[in-house]
């Protein structure tokens, strides 16, 4: 069965150095969208995008994020001086149409 | 996007028959119902949608009574492996989806 990949499982970073999250979607999805999960928390939505553009974000994902589709199977998060606060679990998942989504293992990142 | 009441937390014990109820009384016409379910850590994934009455899969039951107001996932026969927080969500198929907290589902052997 087909699966969202998202690599690495863990990152340690120190607070205002740059990070980059990668996430392999399912191949035959058009959309793709960035999630975070403080510990204990809630899973916050970051980002969607479709056909190689944003086409929502919330208040979270501020300048300090981006993201982008660098060939025909990756899509990344970039966080841009880290901060404390942006320790949590990302999740990148995909969908084929705007209904069910497939979610990634996640990426544990832990800001130091 | 309507808003979504559910338990926090349950308890069953293995080979029960498990049923969690959602309230969204703010239900729109175009609206879906959604149950999604989480691992401890794993992403969120999608168990069963419906719109309305009833809806089966292999993993799952969805029960929709007419006015649509609320919901119940019934899960036949759990086991162990099945504790996770399931969450309901009611949206018309927006691309983004907004998790509430959750119910917290604990199978006790």
């Known amino acids: 069965e087909p699966e969202v990949t998202q690599t690495p499982s863990h990152q340690v970073t120190q607070m205002g150095q740059e990070v980059i999250l990668r996430c392999v979607p399912i191949?035959?999805?058009?959309?793709f969208y960035w999630y975070r999960q403080i510990l204990g928390q809630k899973v916050e939505f970051l980002v969607s995008?479709?056909?190689?553009?944003?086409?929502?974000k919330s208040e979270i994902f501020d300048d300090q994020f981006s993201v982008e589709r660098p060939d025909g199977s990756n899509f990344t998060l970039k966080i841009r001086s880290t901060k404390l606060e942006d320790s949590a679990m990302y999740f990148c998942a995909s969908s084929e149409s705007d209904n069910e989504q497939f979610f990634g293992p996640g990426t544990r990142l832990t800001v130091l | 996007l309507a808003k979504t009441t559910q338990p926090i937390s349950m308890d069953s014990y293995e080979g029960q028959e498990v049923n969690i109820t959602c309230s969204h009384n703010?239900?729109?016409?175009?609206?879906?119902i959604t149950w999604y379910q989480q691992f401890p850590s794993q992403g969120p994934r999608f168990i069963i949608q419906?719109?309305?009455t009833k809806v089966t899969n292999e993993v799952a039951s969805l029960f929709i009574p007419a006015d649509r107001k609320s919901s119940t996932l019934s899960l036949p026969r759990v086991s162990l492996s099945d504790t996770a927080v399931y969450y309901c969500?009611?949206?018309?198929?927006?691309?983004?989806?907004?998790f509430g907290k959750g119910t917290r589902l604990h199978i006790l052997p």
């Open positions: 419906g719109y309305k």
């Open positions: 995008f479709y056909n190689n553009e944003i086409s929502e």
């Open positions: 703010n239900i729109a016409t175009n609206d879906y």
């Open positions: 191949s035959n999805h058009l959309y």
């Open positions: 969500l009611v949206g018309d198929g927006d691309d983004k989806i907004i």
